[in-house]
């Protein structure tokens, strides 16, 4: 079975600042990668994800996320932080394969982000 | 262009009832998922729809739940004899395939609140 851990409930960054959101995860199959953020009384939106190929993965409004399968790491940057960027932000993670399991996502607990100006 | 959309978007009921909530899919989207996020919490994975069919609903709590998708559209999450842990937010899904890189669109959710 698949994990998400994301280090930090909340952060709290400067605008302008660098955003830095910490997930790790454990699979033992080749995972597929997704962070997904969530404005107030909103669906979640998929900010990018990891499937294969190149290991730095750019996503929208700035954010990127490296995969790193040595420190079974995701975690996600965005060089400058804006106040818009306010938001709860979710790791989470798919096994490949066929299998029907391999459909679901499995979520971190989510980070609060807050932007301070 | 509409999105997913989730009907009612806040449900509030009393320990012991039945409720249905609703899950609007994009249209064209043949696989549906469902979710539910406590709160402070992750979405939790409750059960996923190929078509008509359930192909996984290994996340379903316990029997009390129950979803169908007769149509291979919309779909019902059915909750009978409501408890108090029940109450949190439910979260509908659809992708355009069932690949397990297809992105998953969400809905708003449905808040549920078992007094």
């Known amino acids: 079975a698949q994990s998400v851990t994301q280090l930090g409930s909340h952060v709290s960054v400067s605008e302008g600042a660098l955003v830095l959101l910490r997930c790790n995860y454990s699979?033992?199959?080749?995972?597929?990668l997704f962070w997904y953020v969530q404005y107030p009384n909103q669906g979640l939106q998929l900010l990018l994800k990891y499937t294969t190929g190149a290991t730095l993965v750019k996503g929208i409004n700035g954010f990127e996320a490296e995969f790193k399968k040595s420190e079974t790491s995701f975690h996600l940057t965005k060089p400058s932080a804006h106040m818009s960027d306010a938001a709860e932000y979710f790791c989470?993670?798919?096994?490949?394969?066929?299998?029907?399991?391999?459909?679901?996502?499995?979520f971190g607990s989510g980070t609060q982000l807050t932007v301070l100006p | 262009g509409a999105g997913v959309s989730q009907t009612p978007s806040n449900k509030v009921t009393e320990k012991g009832k039945y409720v249905e909530l609703r899950c609007d899919p994009i249209s064209g989207h043949t696989a549906l998922y469902w979710y539910r996020q406590s709160l402070g919490q992750g979405p939790e994975f409750l059960i996923y729809f190929q078509g008509t069919g359930a192909a996984d609903d290994s996340g379903l709590p316990n029997d009390r739940f129950f979803a169908v998708r007769p149509e291979g559209s919309v779909s019902t999450l059915k909750i009978q004899r409501t408890e108090r842990g029940d109450s949190a937010v439910y979260l509908c899904?659809?992708?355009?395939?069932?690949?397990?890189?297809?992105?998953?669109?969400f809905g708003p959710g449905t808040r549920l609140t078992v007094l």
């Open positions: 989470a993670v798919k096994v490949g394969g066929a299998s029907c399991s391999a459909r679901q996502l499995t």
């Open positions: 699979s033992s199959v080749p995972p597929y």
């Open positions: 899904a659809s992708s355009q395939t069932s690949g397990s890189s297809s992105e998953q669109f």
